[in-house]
């Protein structure tokens, strides 16, 4: 049964516990902007921001005083090294590249960008960007920090339906898991989706169904119930 990591981290960072799990199929990362190989590397889907829209939106994102991480290539830039670039690297045992002025370096479209800021700031900051950019940005939010930033014609689901398409599968069959708002997408795009319990209340209003969260290991529960009933 094929397993398809759908995620919004950069693929250099998911690639090792790809390689750990013995995950071969094509990954979903970046919030479904990029789809890799992850046996040989290759990006077998790449939609970035397009290179104006990505300096407006880092212009608009530091006239309200948050200079946004922007993601090319698979590396992580930044303005300057701060406390959060540095736990951020740290966690995911990442190289941050500070290069100063971003929209003077910037010279090249950003497969994303991510705006870090207190969770409580979160609903202004997006707002305020829904009604400059309208529909030509998508925006999301993964961990309660992170206002996410991509091509608007992206999302998991989007990279799902492209995977599937890939390896022939049929997404009426897909069983997919999800806890956060960036997962509204693949649940609805997949067969059956399973939000996890106290996921984010966009989720659950789309989930078929929901299962435990990960100290009762849920999700593995039912792919074996899954697996079970395929015998």
């Not at 290539?73 to 966690?91: G, N, P």
């Not at 925006?139 to 890939?166: I, N, W």
């Not at 069983?175 to 067969?191: I, M, Q, S, T, W």
């Amino acid at each position: 049964m094929p397993v398809i990591v759908a995620t919004g981290r950069m693929f250099r960072s998911v690639s090792p516990y790809l390689r750990q799990a013995g995950i071969e199929e094509p990954a979903i990362c970046y919030q479904g902007a990029l789809v890799a190989d992850p046996v040989g590397g290759r990006f077998l889907l790449h939609r970035p921001i397009a290179l104006e829209l990505a300096l407006e939106a880092i212009a608009a994102l530091e006239a309200a005083g948050h200079s946004p991480n922007v993601y090319v290539d698979d590396e992580l830039y930044v303005r300057e090294h701060t406390e959060a670039s540095r736990r951020y690297a740290d966690f995911q045992g990442l190289t941050v590249h500070a290069v100063g002025d971003l929209l003077a370096w910037l010279d090249r479209p950003p497969t994303k960008l991510v705006a870090v800021l207190d969770p409580a700031g979160v609903p202004a900051l997006r707002a305020g960007l829904e009604a400059r950019f309208d529909s030509r940005l998508y925006l999301t939010t993964s961990l309660p920090y992170f206002l996410e930033l991509g091509d608007p014609h992206v999302s998991k689901g989007t990279g799902l339906a492209f995977v599937a398409e890939l390896l022939g599968l049929d997404l009426r069959r897909v069983v997919a898991f999800g806890d956060g708002e960036n997962d509204v997408d693949l649940l609805v795009a997949a067969g059956f989706g399973v939000a996890v319990e106290d996921a984010h209340p966009a989720l659950l209003a789309v989930a078929d169904w929901t299962c435990a969260g990960p100290e009762r290991e849920g999700v593995a529960a039912v792919i074996e119930t899954v697996l079970d009933s395929l015998e």
